[in-house]
C-alpha cells in the first residue's frame, strides 16, 4: 500500500463510472484527499475515459471478481483490513 | 417474436444482471428466439477471468459461457464499450458480437426489454 | 495504528438490489479482527430489508440476512432497523404486527426496530460512522 | 382506436425505491378505462416487494400495495411474483413457508407465486407488454 | 396532443437527465419514434443541458408534481389516458 | 458535531430524498447542528408550484419550508445545477443559499451524508 498522508477526507466511492455521483465525488476531491473505490466503481480502473485522482485505492475483492486484479497497480490494491485502518488513519469519510 | 435482453448495468453490484439472465434462458427454454445486449458499463459483464468469490457471489463468466448451450441465439456487445473498458481484445470473453449500432440492432427486434 | 475505535455502520441499500450488505459485512469482519469495537448497525431505507427473516434464496447462493443474522449474535452486536423505514417496506415485529393488526411479522434475529435516534445516538457518540449504500 | 387490445404489464421497481409501481397503476386504470384488457400482471426482481402484505405506511401516505390489491381483485386480474425473485427477498405463500420452513408467509392477496414461463406466456400472448422499472 | 404519426418506436424514459439509460434511449431513437418522458425524465424538460428530439411528449401527472406544467408546451402534456392510446397505435415500445 | 445532508436524487422518483430530509429533521430534534444540500438533479426540489397529487403523493414543498422552523441551519443548493434546470430564479424557493463550490462547502462539516 502507497504511503497514505493522515490528513484529508477519505472518499469511498461505489457508483460505476457515468454515475452522476461519480462524476460529483471526483469533483471534490482535493489534493490532500484519497479516493477509495468499491464494489461497481473499480471499472473507473480500466475505463479509458476517466481520469482518476494521484491517490487512489480499490477494493481487491471486488477488483476480482471483475476480473480487473490485473488493471491495478500492486500498491493499489486493499483488503479490507487496509480499507478499515485507512478509516483508522482519516477522522473524515464520505461514502458516495 | 423475438427478443433482445439488454444489459446496461455492472457486474456484481446487483442482482439485475443475472435477473435479466435468467429472462433469456427462460425464452429460450421455451424455444423463443432471444438474444443479449451488453452496453455502457454492462459489457464488464464480459471480461475473462472474474472471481467472485471474494464478493461471496457466484462468478458469471460461466452463466454466459452457458448461453449458447441453453439456445441463446447470438450474445452482442456495444463496441464502443468494449474499446472503452476492454481496449485490450484478450480481455474479452470469445464469442461475441461487436455492435457498432445499438441503435441499428434494436430495430430488428420485435421485443427490447431491460430487466430493471 | 494500534487504537481501538468505535464504530457505527448504516446500511442503506438492500441485498440482491445492492452489494451494501456484503460490502458492510466484510468490513464489520474486518473491523473486529482489527481490535475496533461496533457500537451498532442501523439499517435505514430499502437497507430494512436486511432484516427480513422470509428470504430463501438457492441453497448454492449467498444468504446475507442469515449471514449477518449470524455475525450479530457471534459479537453481540446490537443491529436496529429504523422504524419508519421498516413499516413501509414491509419490515414488521411482533409488536409492530400487533399495533397495525397485519397477518405475520418477519423481523430476523437479533435485529431490532427503533426510531432515527438510534442513528443520531451512533453519530455523537462513535468514532467512525459508516454509510454502506446502493450503487444504482 | 376503439379496438380491444390486450396487455401484459411487468413491475420491477419496488414501492418507495421507485415510482413504477404507482406509474403502473395510473396505467393499468387508464387501460381498463379505455376498453383494454389487462391478462396479467408479473412482478420482476424488485417489484415484487409489492406484494407484500405487511406494509404499513402511515395513514396519510399512499398504500401501494393495498392500493393494488384493490384494483386487481375489483377487476379480477391475475397477478404473479416471480418465485425466484420473490424466495430471494422474502416474499412467501403459505405453500413455500411450509417447504422452506419459514417462520411466516407475507404474500398478499390476490397475488400469486409462479415462474418466468408466465412471463414468456405474456409476451406470447398478449398483445402489448409494458415495463414498468425503477427510475435510480 | 400533437399528431403521431403511427409507425415507429414509442420510447418510454423514466430516468432523470444524466442517468446512463437516459442518455442512451436519446441515442437509441429514430426520426420516425417518439420519446414519452415519465416519472424523473420529465426534468428533461427545464434541462438546460438536454436536447430533446422533435417528438417529445411528457406525463402531465408527472409534471405537476415537479413544479413542471408551465415549461411544456400545451400539446406535449399528456394523460394517461392519451398514454395508453399512444401504445394502442405503436406495437414497438421500449422501456428503458 | 455538525452534519451536511446531501440531496442529489430527484424529487417523487423514490423515498430517498424524504428520508433524507427526516434524517436531517431528526438531528435538528436532537440539537444537532444540520443542513441540507441539494446537488445535481436534486436541485429540481427546489422548485415552486409542485402538485403531487397526480402521483398519489405529498408535496415536498411543504416539508421544505417547515425546515427551518424544525431547527435546520441552512438550505444550500449548488448554483451551477440550479442554473442548469432553474434559470429563471423566480421559479425557486425562497431561503436558499447557492454554493459555487459544492467542495468547499463540504469540507465545513464534520459529518457529510447520503441518505442512499
Not at chain 1, 41 to 69: H, K, M, Y
Not at chain 3, 6 to 14: E, H, K, R
Not at chain 3, 22 to 37: E, K, P
Amino acid at each position: 500500500m502507497n504511503q497514505i498522508p493522515d490528513t484529508g477526507t477519505l472518499h469511498i466511492l461505489n457508483k460505476a463510472p457515468g454515475h452522476p455521483r461519480f462524476v460529483a465525488c471526483l469533483a471534490a476531491m482535493s489534493n490532500q484527499d484519497t479516493l477509495i473505490l468499491i464494489e461497481n466503481a473499480v471499472l473507473a480502473l480500466p475505463d479509458t475515459d476517466t481520469v482518476l485522482p494521484r491517490q487512489t485505492l480499490a477494493l481487491e475483492p471486488d477488483l476480482e471478481a471483475r476480473g480487473l486484479s490485473g488493471t491495478a497497480e500492486p500498491g493499489q490494491q486493499i483488503s479490507h483490513q487496509q480499507l478499515v485502518q485507512l478509516t483508522e488513519q482519516h477522522p473524515r469519510i464520505i461514502s458516495w | 417474436m423475438t427478443t433482445l435482453i439488454v444489459i446496461d448495468q455492472a457486474p456484481y453490484g446487483s442482482w439485475a444482471g443475472r435477473e435479466a439472465l435468467d429472462m433469456v434462458f427462460s425464452l429460450a427454454a421455451f424455444d423463443q428466439p432471444a438474444a443479449l445486449l451488453f452496453t455502457g458499463v454492462g459489457v464488464n459483464w464480459l471480461r475473462t477471468a472474474q472471481s467472485a468469490k471474494g464478493v461471496g457471489q457466484k462468478t458469471v463468466e460461466k452463466n454466459l459461457s452457458a448461453a449458447p448451450l441453453f439456445g441463446v441465439e447470438k450474445i452482442f456487445a456495444e463496441q464502443e464499450a468494449c474499446e472503452r473498458f476492454m481496449p485490450d481484445t484478450s480481455s474479452r470473453l470469445a464469442g461475441i458480437d461487436l455492435v457498432a449500432s445499438v441503435k441499428n440492432l434494436m430495430t430488428q427486434y420485435d421485443h427490447v426489454v431491460f430487466a430493471g | 495504528m494500534s487504537t481501538t475505535l468505535s464504530y457505527t455502520l448504516v446500511i442503506t441499500g438492500a441485498p440482491w438490489a445492492s452489494q451494501a450488505p456484503q460490502t458492510a459485512l466484510a468490513f464489520a469482519r474486518a473491523a473486529i479482527a482489527g481490535g475496533h469495537r461496533l457500537d451498532r448497525v442501523f439499517l435505514y431505507g430499502e437497507g430494512v430489508h436486511l432484516a427480513s427473516s422470509l428470504c430463501a434464496p438457492p441453497s448454492d447462493e449467498p444468504h446475507w440476512p442469515q449471514q449477518w443474522s449470524d455475525f450479530l449474535s457471534d459479537n453481540q452486536i446490537p443491529a436496529v432497523a429504523c422504524v419508519a423505514s421498516a413499516l413501509r417496506r414491509g419490515l414488521v415485529d411482533e409488536r409492530e404486527q400487533n399495533r397495525y393488526q397485519l397477518p405475520a411479522h418477519n423481523l430476523r434475529n437479533p435485529f431490532e426496530i427503533a426510531g432515527l435516534g438510534e442513528w443520531v445516538d451512533g453519530t455523537l457518540k462513535s468514532d467512525r460512522v459508516m454509510y454502506f449504500h446502493g450503487s444504482a
